[in-house]
Nanobody
Framework: QVQLVESGGGLVQAGASLRLTCLASGQNFHEFHMGWFRQAPGKEREFVASINWTGERTYFADAAQGRFTVSRDNAKNTAYLQMTSLQPEDTAVYYC????????????????WGQGTQVTVSS
């Protein structure tokens, strides 16, 4: 019943910036806690960042702290992940996800997932 669609990925050089967008369907986007995860080949999905339903609280993985920001626009049913100073180790498929409740950092606690968007950072 809920669809999430990511966009904004691409191939960039080290040091570049990208902004990922997650567009959500449905009528209750404002009730979701939104998360961003990423998965590199051969690796488990890892938490990147999240934002609560009001946008007042944000959380970041250590690898993202200081370089990434997360935001949302509930009127547009949209969440964003702004990434700066990208490095090759940031290369992964990035997913947005939505949860009603649960640990913000745990992939298993999220109820809906997008299809992912590829981010590749050249060395």
């Amino acid at each position: 019943q809920v669809q999430l669609v990511e966009s904004g990925g691409g191939l960039v050089q080290a040091g570049a910036s990208l902004r990922l967008t997650c567009l959500a369907s449905g009528q209750n986007f404002h009730e979701f806690h939104m998360g961003w995860f990423r998965q590199a080949p051969g690796k488990e999905r890892e938490f990147v960042a999240s934002i609560n339903w009001t946008g007042e609280r944000t959380y970041f993985a250590d690898a993202a702290q200081g370089r990434f920001t997360v935001s949302r626009d509930n009127a547009k049913n949209t969440a964003y992940l702004q990434m700066t100073s990208l490095q090759p180790e940031d290369t992964a498929v990035y997913y947005c996800a939505a949860q009603y409740a649960g640990p913000y950092y745990a992939a298993g606690a999220y109820d809906y997932w997008g299809q992912g968007t590829q981010v590749t950072v050249s060395s």
